[in-house]
């Protein structure tokens, strides 16, 4: 693993229902290999000596949180102050499309888009509600790392649990390090094809792979 990271400019880690994501969600189970000192190492060496990205996505994200690399941009230890993404407000698992707009183009996987930008996405997950304290909450929206939001209809950030269905802290579905290099989200942008989902509304492609690959060209 470590060599493979030596080699990369990009670290992406998927979501998926490891150990049927029991307790606490895989996210931990991923961390733990991160906490590697050889492994931590390396993913140093790419954020700060590289300029790499990392993308988290559900489990993903849960890794990276645990980690600290969200949003402190990091591998450190956590404790009472830092963020996590906890069990839905719903009590169970949710699979649904959801809204999600680009709050912040701070970070590279934005590239392709806009600020007010709106996708439609899948999510699919039981430990997904974003929850932090909220003077953290004012600090990453004052530096911009509050990169999308679950919205209502109309574009506006909701608690409404038909448009956000985990009951996200300010609505927030995905967040970034401080230089946005590092961007972890619970919606799953990769499961989307020109073939899927042609009878619900609404844009699906995010375009943040394509960011990704544009930010080394």
């Given amino acids: 693993l470590t060599e493979a990271i030596n080699n990369s400019q990009i670290i992406s880690i998927p979501g998926g229902f490891s150990a049927g994501d029991e307790p606490d969600g895989s996210g931990k189970f991923i961390a733990a290999v991160f906490r590697n000192p050889h492994v931590s190492e390396a993913v140093s060496g790419l954020i700060e000596k590289r300029g790499g990205l990392m993308l988290g996505i559900c489990n993903g994200f849960q890794a990276l949180i645990k980690l600290g690399l969200l949003p402190y941009g990091e591998i450190r230890d956590l404790n009472e102050d830092s963020p996590t993404l906890t069990f839905n407000s719903l009590g169970r698992h949710v699979s649904t499309m959801v809204n999600t707009k680009v709050t912040s183009t701070l970070s590279p996987w934005f590239l392709l888009s806009e600020a007010g930008d709106i996708h439609t996405i899948p999510v699919s997950h039981g430990e997904g509600r974003f929850s932090a304290d909220d003077n953290l909450i004012k600090q990453l929206e004052v530096k911009g790392q509050i990169a999308t939001q679950y919205t209502d209809p109309e574009g506006n950030p ?57 930010y080394f060209k």
């Fill in 158 to 214: 909701t608690y409404d649990i038909k448009f956000n269905p985990n009951g996200s802290d300010h609505s927030i579905e995905g967040i970034t390090s401080p230089d946005g290099r590092i961007f972890g989200k619970m919606g799953h942008s990769e499961r989307v094809t020109a073939d899927t989902f042609k009878n619900i509304p609404g844009d699906k492609f995010q375009r943040i792979f394509e960011s990704g690959i544009k």
